[in-house]
């Protein structure tokens, strides 16, 4: 799911604003029956409301850590992303507590989402291969229903995989491997993702058979970001349903030999803070905190929810 930029709020950063702006937006939909249901955990019921016939249009993708934090707008994404400068971006991985959302009282039609990834690309490119956590509200009123899953844009489709509970705490990574392979593809891509509260997980490895393309491993790599995204829905963004906040507790990359905190690299890479503005309101609906550094000096930050689009 793509960046959709909005501009900056410094002058310095119009330039990189237009850019990205110029490449454009493309879309890919998700349209029930295009794939298979998520399998039931065993012990749990039936889910219905798995989000059908929504048409998703991929859009989607202080105190510093290292670096300085250049502070952008997007309509769809709220979090961090690093850009590479220097080396190329091998690794991106985070984890977080999926977060327990509540269904508003008045839904739209194509109800409310919110989605919670770590990715490579997307931020200003025309790729982004992403695993992560999705809620969905149906309807008002409706029971909240959760999701993992993974995508490589523009390739195919979001790809559900299994319910998962609001509250898991889940952990996922992508991994770029340019020196591996397939069919004479090179570069290739392994998407994981674990619910260490569940004890699930999958893995989904890169290549022209499970992307539907032999393009699937021209990524430029130009990207890491960890972000809780407003997915796009027939045709517009979607409202974000109220989560009050998610923290991710870790989020890291790997660029050229240097694993470290986002925002931690310093010399060759960009940082930005990213804010979702609503095309409605005109007002900030998701915001991240500064970063902290953690544990082995990896990042840490909150995105708070503040109100529909």
Not at 263 to 277: K, L, N, P
Request: proline share 5%; net charge negative.
């Amino acid at each position: 799911m793509q960046a959709k930029r909005l501009g900056s709020v410094a002058v310095s950063l119009l330039l990189a604003a237009t850019m990205v702006l110029s490449v454009g937006v493309a879309a890919v939909s998700m349209v029930s029956g295009s794939h298979a249901s998520p399998a039931t955990k065993t012990g749990s019921a039936a889910h219905p409301t798995m989000p059908n016939a929504a048409k998703l249009t991929a859009l989607l993708h202080q105190s510093a850590v290292g670096a300085t934090i250049h502070k952008v707008t997007s309509g769809n994404w709220a979090g961090y992303v690093n850009t590479a400068t220097a080396g190329t971006i091998y690794e991106v991985t985070g984890e977080w507590f999926a977060p327990t959302t509540t269904c508003p009282s008045s839904t739209p039609s194509v109800g409310t989402y919110q989605v919670s990834w770590v990715g490579i690309d997307g931020w200003g490119t025309g790729t982004v291969e992403q695993d992560g956590t999705l809620a969905y509200c149906s309807g008002p009123g409706a029971t909240p229903v959760y999701y993992d899953w993974w995508e490589f844009y523009p390739y195919n489709s979001v790809q559900f995989v299994s319910y998962i509970s609001g509250g898991d705490f889940v952990q996922a990574t992508v991994l770029y491997n340019p020196a591996a392979c397939v069919n004479g593809i090179c570069g290739v891509y392994t998407l994981s993702f674990a619910d260490l509260t569940a004890q699930t997980s999958f893995q989904v490895v890169g290549n022209p058979s499970t992307c539907n393309t032999a393009g699937c491993e021209g990524g430029p790599d130009g990207s890491a970001e960890c972000i809780s995204e407003a997915p796009g829905v027939n045709g517009g963004i979607a409202d974000v349903t109220d989560y009050k906040s998610t923290k991710f507790w870790t989020c890291a990359d790997t660029i050229g030999s240097t694993f470290a905190g986002i925002g931690s690299h310093g010399t060759g890479t960009t940082t930005y803070e990213v804010r979702q503005i609503g095309g409605v309101t005109g007002l900030a609906d998701q915001k991240p905190t500064s970063l902290v550094s953690y544990y082995y000096g990896l990042s840490q930050f909150t995105v708070k929810w503040y109100h529909y689009n």
